[in-house]
Nanobody, 118 residues
């Protein structure tokens, strides 16, 4: 599975961006699809995740502002980001994961930079 992320950019605080992640193959069998982010000097952290049956997880810092969705027909996952804050500034990475028994396989897209100015 190859993932291609897009949609990052520069936005003022309070603004919105929509990130897209296109997969090279079918995503229907992928257990998790999600977005992580990494700011300079910080560890990569989970932002939002959606399972194959539509269960959602969000980082506390983005709850109520970000919405993740997936479109199995288009092999894509999206992250709608509203009310952006300067602390949301980071490189955002698309992630997909599947399991073969107890073994987890992760796939990563290239990062897309999100910069929020105050």
């Amino acid at each position: 599975v190859q993932l291609q992320a897009s949609g990052g950019g520069l936005v003022q605080a309070g603004g919105s961006l929509r990130l897209s992640c296109a997969a090279s193959g079918s995503i229907s069998s992928l257990m998790y699809m999600g977005w992580y982010r990494q700011a300079p000097g910080k560890q990569r952290e989970l932002v939002a995740r959606i399972t194959s049956v539509g269960s959602l997880n969000y980082a506390d810092s983005v709850k109520g502002r970000f919405t993740i969705s997936r479109d199995n027909a288009r092999n894509a996952v999206y992250l709608q980001m509203n009310s952006l804050k300067p602390e949301d500034t980071a490189a955002y990475y698309c992630n997909a994961a599947k399991f073969a028994g107890a073994v987890r396989y992760d796939y990563w897209g290239q990062g897309t930079q999100v910069t929020v100015s105050s």
